[in-house]
T-cell receptor, first 114, second 117 residues
Framework: ETGVTQTPRHLVMGMTNKKSLKCEQHLGHNAMYWYKQSAKKPLELMFV???????ENNSVPSRFSPECPNSSHLFLHLHTLQPEDSALYLC?????????????FGPGTRLTVL | AQSVAQPEDQVNVAEGNPLTVKCTYSVSGNPYLFWYVQYPNRGLQFLLK??????LVKGSYGFEAEFNKSQTSFHLKKPSALVSDSALYFCAVRDASSSGSARQLTFGSGTQLTVLP
């Protein structure tokens, strides 16, 4: 399989559940990203793993926890989410070196929090 | 700080007519500019980028974009729209002088393009 894959594609969870989103890239990249996409809002960068360094948006609540075990895999662990966390969660990857490498996106996980 | 604005939430155009999707940006240094497209139930797909050089950049599917430094704009264009071009379009910017954790793209809120048959 090529490109960036994400599982599951759809997820419905209650506020007390714990779940994880998975992303895998098959492009040989060494940087991976989590974005949150809400309707009519700019894409919100949540976390970046680049050359084993983690960069995070300080406005992201602690109920979102990323994990990057290697350069090809990225997880987003979810616990005690709120209904306003319902959104499309996109994973992306790129080469970390160089100044202007475009990012390649997965299809996203549509998350609904009840 | 860097920012990007897409002033139109929605653009409608008739098939065969030219289309323009607007984008303006703000960076402290020189910009790297990108356009992405998102089809329903899909992730974002790279269309084209401006790094340096010719102000007119050509990309995938017949799209092009014109970099205008004085107007801080990077509008996406296509001479003849197709119904299949209907999608959500995102502009993104990065300050060329940024480093470390600041070397991230900032995206606009997106413009929904609808091409009417």
């Amino acid at each position: 399989e090529t490109g960036v894959t994400q599982t599951p594609r759809h997820l419905v969870m209650g506020m007390t559940n714990k779940k994880s989103l998975k992303c895998e890239q098959h492009l040989g990249h060494n940087a991976m990203y989590w974005y949150k996409q809400s309707a009519k809002k700019p894409l919100e960068l949540m976390f970046v793993y680049s050359l084993e360094e983690r960069v995070e948006n300080n406005s992201v609540p602690s109920r979102f926890s990323p994990e990057c075990p290697n350069s090809s895999h990225l997880f987003l662990h979810l616990h005690t989410l709120q209904p306003e966390d319902s959104a499309l969660y996109l994973c992306a990857s790129s080469q970390a070196s160089g100044n202007y490498n475009e990012q390649f996106f997965g299809p996203g996980t549509r998350l609904t929090v009840l | 700080a860097q920012s990007v604005a897409q002033p139109e939430d929605q653009v409608n155009v008739a098939e065969g007519n030219p289309l323009t999707v607007k984008c303006t940006y703000s960076v402290s240094g020189n910009p790297y500019l990108f356009w992405y497209v998102q089809y329903p139930n899909r992730g974002l797909q790279f269309l084209l980028k401006y790094i340096t050089g010719d102000n007119l950049v050509k990309g995938s599917y017949g799209f092009e974009a014109e970099f205008n430094k004085s107007q801080t704009s990077f509008h996406l264009k296509k001479p003849s729209a197709l119904v299949s071009d209907s999608a959500l379009y995102f502009c993104a910017v990065r300050d060329a002088s940024s480093s470390g954790s600041a070397r991230q793209l900032t995206f606009g809120s997106g413009t929904q393009l609808t091409v009417l048959p």
